[in-house]
Nanobody, 116 residues
Framework: VQLVESGGGLAQPGGSLRLSCAAS??????????MSWYRQAPGEERELVAA????????HNVDSVEDRFTISRDNAKNTLYLQMNSLKPEDTAEYYC????????WGQGTQVTVSS
């Protein structure tokens, strides 16, 4: 299984970014995998940001992102998304895609920097 994140970069406070995670080499169909986004800031532990169920009907955001972030998935395109709005400097981190079904898989990460 390969997970490739993209869409990171530099954004100003209050700005937006959309992350994507393209999955390939899957043993099972993409819709079999529970998907989530994590992030890790320098010197910090990796933390869950948002999660979505297999069908994309139920999502969960951690309190720190409230409703500023929206996780979604397109099972036909084997792709996971994270729409990030109203970005804050404390959102600066490496963002990782995670897939879980029988095993856990990680992408290589994409850097998000929020700074003026």
């Amino acid at each position: 299984v390969q997970l490739v994140e993209s869409g990171g970069g530099l954004a100003q406070p209050g700005g937006s970014l959309r992350l994507s995670c393209a999955a390939s080499g899957l043993t099972f169909t993409f819709s079999t995998y529970a998907m989530s986004w994590y992030r890790q800031a320098p010197g910090e532990e990796r933390e869950l940001v948002a999660a979505i169920d297999r069908a994309g009907g139920r999502t969960h955001n951690v309190d720190s992102v409230e409703d500023r972030f929206t996780i979604s998935r397109d099972n036909a395109k084997n792709t996971l998304y994270l729409q990030m709005n109203s970005l804050k400097p404390e959102d600066t981190a490496e963002y990782y895609c995670n897939a879980r079904f029988l095993s856990t898989y990680w992408g290589q990460g994409t850097q998000v920097t929020v700074s003026s």
